[in-house]
Structures are given as structure tokens and as C-alpha cells.
């Protein structure tokens, strides 16, 4: 599968291979891979730590990394160029940042999402997680994050050029 030129959105489970299928997609578009991670690691989650240790020894040396857990449509704007591919991953924890920060979520994602009216220079890859295929959460926060991704997701999905869905390490086209 190759790039789409413009927005790519990827939706999939947790460790359902969503991550590496954007990977392999930007390092397959010979074009300068730019890394945006919005996970954060506060210094007392050992396993985040090492979550993040993994994501950079897989992607290797070719990669420019960028760590932004709040600030995401504006580091897109700026970062975006013909010869460069940005792979933001992944929006659900971006979400969770802004949640725990008191921001204006709605506000944020249209924000987000309003970006891609007019695309920036050269492809953007957004990864998520897909929350809305499991139980009703028993918790409102929960229920105010899933709804939030939801929607999220429904308006990305109308201005992207590609939707992926990635289950058991294989990408299903949903659009595109």
C-alpha cells in the first residue's frame, strides 16, 4: 500500500499494528519522516518509559521525533512541507492530554480538523485508537473520552483522503 498524498487517517485497537503500518508507509514514501508523539512520560510510569524506548529503537535513526502533547494542529501547521511526512500518533492520547489539561476538547478537535481545509504542504498520517467498538463505560470521564474520540475520528475521517482500519496487524481500507 502506498502514501496518500494529503491526510491519512489509521483507526485501529490497541497493539493492533496501527503504529507500524504508518511507520512503514511514511518510510516507504522517500520523503523526510517527521514523528509527532503526544504521549507524554510524566518520569514515575516505568512502563510509559519504556513504551516510548520501544517506539524509537523500532523506527531506527531515519526519524526526526518531536514530543507535543498539547500544542498538535500548530506543530502540524509549522512542520508541514512538500519533502517531509508527518505521522502523529496517536490522537486518543492527545485527547486524554487535553482532558487532563481542562482544554476546551470540542474546540481543540475542531480546531484539529478544520486544519485539514485547506491540507498542509505534503502528507499527514494520523494514528488513533479505535475506543468505540467496547462496553459502555461505567465512569463519566471514560464515557466524555470515548465520545470525544468518536467524534473526533467522524470529522477526520470526512476531510481525509484515506481511512484505515489496522486489525491483527492488517489494514482494512474504509475509504480511499
Not at 504521549?39 to 519504556?50: H, I, K, N, R, V
Not at 502533547?69 to 496517536?90: F, H, N, Q, W
Request: negative net charge; aromatic residues 4%; proline residues 5%.
Amino acid at each position: 500500500m502506498t502514501l496518500a498524498e494529503g491526510l491519512t487517517l489509521i483507526l485501529g485497537g490497541a497493539r493492533s499494528g496501527k503504529s507500524r503500518h504508518a511507520e512503514e508507509l511514511a518510510e516507504g514514501s522517500n520523503l523526510e519522516p517527521v514523528y509527532i508523539a503526544t504521549a507524554q512520560d510524566f518520569g514515575s510510569d516505568g512502563e510509559m518509559a519504556a513504551r516510548i524506548a520501544h517506539h524509537r529503537a523500532r523506527r531506527g535513526g531515519i526519524w526526526r521525533d518531536m514530543e507535543v502533547p498539547l500544542e498538535l494542529g500548530s506543530t502540524i501547521r509549522a512542520e508541514a512541507a512538500p519533502k517531509r511526512v508527518l505521522l502523529v500518533d496517536c490522537l486518543t492520547l492527545w485527547l486524554t492530554n487535553l482532558m487532563l489539561a481542562g482544554r476546551d476538547v470540542d474546540a481543540e478537535a475542531e480546531a484539529l480538523a478544520a486544519l485539514f481545509d485547506h491540507p498542509p504542504a505534503g502528507p499527514v498520517i494520523l494514528v488513533s485508537n479505535e475506543v468505540g467498538l467496547g462496553i459502555v463505560p461505567d465512569n463519566r470521564m471514560a464515557r466524555d473520552f470515548r465520545d470525544h474520540a468518536g467524534r473526533l475520528h467522524q470529522r477526520l475521517a470526512q476531510k481525509a483522503e484515506r481511512v484505515l482500519f489496522v486489525a491483527a496487524g492488517l489494514p482494512l481500507v474504509l475509504k480511499g
